[in-house]
């Protein structure tokens, strides 16, 4: 019987751990993503929510052993029972009040004066929420979001059979999951939410991203495929250590929309942007069209935003300041789109 080394053991363990920290420290230095300062919580979220139409209520919603933080908006008057839209955000360290902006255009004022209540909840860890979403996956993420329609289904101003939810970016990606494993959500709105595999939503992101440095051909294969290296050796690592931003990514790498897009059966509206360099709209148009094989089933119906970015603002695909973004205007074919697909759908 041979003896276990445990000098060998515990240095494995630590090259291990370095490499994870590396990978960290290599995938937090890339280009794509949207910069954080843009979903910093403006002063004017409690203005918003604050008004004599709007009965507020903050509240924590019990999911599993953690409670998770939200703010129910009702409009004052109307039906006594009301149905009711539930907003989740996307991916990364951001809060629903952050938001702010982004959710008043396309949320409150689309929902609200259809005599519709608005329900914003902060993932794990976030906000007053309990928990950590490091820890989680895309099934965690939907199991949380659906404690939070039950939570609206129980409550004495909302319609049971009315209750939609809307996700932003990785929101995107839980929305229909949520919808298509719970026939009893009413309908749901994916903002950007990619029909790709994470790993490959990465890899455009990656590559619009190095395009708008300026990298070609087989620079740009060589860069994007680099980085994408190192992402497949972090989900691998997280794995066998759930570390952080590594175990987080491990979990969710392999993630196909796929069948929770061909299961569902609820009203489901699928929206991009023009523009998005994050979840360019080409490529999963035309994942879409594959999942269906060009037949989509009626309950699903595709838009394209024309110039729009990722969050909806008029502007170019690349982005070179952060004051780009912050100045630019928000697009307001999103709303109409919105508005339409919502009386169709008899709201």
């Known amino acids: 019987m041979k003896r276990i080394n445990k000098k060998a053991g515990c240095l494995t363990l630590v090259a291990i751990l370095l490499i994870a920290v590396g990978i960290l420290a290599y995938r937090f230095d890339q280009p794509g993503e949207v910069p954080a300062v843009i979903f910093q919580a403006s002063p004017d979220w409690e203005t918003s929510v604050d008004r004599p139409d709007i009965q507020r209520e903050h509240v924590l919603i019990q999911s599993g052993k953690v409670q998770l933080e939200a703010d129910l908006l009702i409009p004052v008057g109307g039906k006594e029972k009301k149905g009711a839209v539930i907003f989740i955000a996307g991916s990364g360290p ?182 998005d360099p994050t979840v360019p709209a080409d490529q999963n148009l035309a994942r879409f069209d594959e999942i269906f094989n060009g037949n989509p089933p009626d309950n699903l119906q595709t838009v394209t935003i024309s110039g729009a970015y990722h969050t909806f603002h008029l502007m170019d695909k690349c982005l070179n300041s952060i004051d780009q973004i912050l100045s630019a205007p928000l697009s307001d074919e999103l709303v109409q789109v919105l508005q339409d697909w919502l009386t169709k759908q008899g709201y």
């Not at 939070?148 to 209750?163: A, S, Y």
């Not at 796929?258 to 489901?268: D, F, M, N």
Request: aromatic share 12%; with cysteine.
């Open 94 to 275: 951001v809060t629903y009040q952050a938001y702010f902006g982004i959710t008043q255009k396309y949320v409150q004022d689309v929902f609200l004066p259809r005599d519709m209540a608005v329900l914003y909840v902060n993932k794990r860890g976030m906000g007053e929420s309990q928990g950590n979403w490091k820890h989680q996956d895309f099934q965690d993420r939907a199991d949380d979001l659906y404690a939070t329609v039950q939570f609206l289904k129980e409550h004495e101003e909302i319609d049971p059979d009315r209750i939609g939810i809307i996700g932003h970016s990785q929101g995107g990606w839980i929305v229909p999951l949520t919808a298509s494993q719970h026939e009893d959500v009413a309908f749901f709105v994916s903002l950007v939410g990619p029909t790709t595999v994470v790993w490959e939503q990465m890899e455009d992101d990656y590559e619009n991203g190095f395009r708008c440095q300026g990298y070609e051909g087989a620079e740009l294969e060589e860069k994007v495929e680099s980085i994408l290296k190192w992402d497949r050796i972090g989900a691998k690592i997280g794995k066998i250590i759930p570390l952080g931003e590594i175990g987080f990514q491990a979990g969710i790498f392999d993630y196909d929309p796929r069948q929770a897009l061909q299961t569902v059966k609820s009203p489901g509206l699928l929206v991009f942007a023009e523009n």
